[in-house]
């Protein structure tokens, strides 16, 4: 008990003394979004966050997002106060995100929280297939009667649906 009250005394007299620009700091607000914001395991989710600040929320320590108590990135904040991660999660369930604004000279910190639904694996459809198909030479085929051309695009519309493990390649 003693070792911390006189660590808390050395960061006391350590720490320096309030300055003029960091009482002139304002009030911010963060807010998150994901899209989308029900998704699959593995799945791609764009978490975009917005600082709302009359000064200039740029530069300091950024924005951290965090996946409940889970550290996931700390990026930069622009000058409009956009900030931006894509994410993936590897377990079902909710997911309670948040956007940490840590603040700057300007501006305090401030955060926000959505949440996103995260399910299994969708299911992947079992032969014969629905609708149209072509089956491709990487294990994949294509929904709704689209056509493979080069790269890999779909021409005529349609989903290319790749299955891990699937090697063959025929047309159906």
């Excluded at 008990?1 to 006391?12: G, I, L, Q």
């Excluded at 009030?27 to 975009?48: I, R």
């Excluded at 948040?98 to 079992?126: D, I, L, R």
């Excluded at 089956?135 to 989903?159: E, F, K, M, S």
Aim: net charge negative; glycine share 14%.
């Amino acid at each position: 008990m003693v070792t911390f009250a006189a660590f808390a005394a050395v960061v006391t007299f350590a720490s320096p003394a309030p300055t003029a620009a960091a009482a002139a700091a304002v009030p911010s607000a963060t807010t998150v979004q994901a899209t989308p914001s029900s998704a699959t395991v593995g799945q791609s989710v764009l978490l975009t966050a917005t600082v709302v600040c009359s000064s200039d929320p740029s530069g300091g320590l950024g924005l951290t997002f965090f996946d409940g108590a889970k550290l996931l990135t700390t990026v930069p904040v622009a000058a409009n106060g956009a900030a931006a991660y894509s994410v993936s999660f590897a377990s079902t369930g909710a997911h309670a995100i948040t956007a940490a604004y840590n603040g700057n000279a300007n501006c305090n910190a401030s955060n926000g929280t959505t949440t996103v639904q995260v399910s299994g694996t969708p299911n992947t459809p079992e032969p014969p297939y629905p609708c149209c198909h072509t089956c491709d030479g990487d294990g994949g085929w294509i929904v709704g009667g689209g056509t493979i051309v080069g790269g890999g695009t779909v021409a005529g519309g349609g989903t290319i649906v790749f299955v891990p493990g699937n090697t063959r390649a025929e047309t159906a």
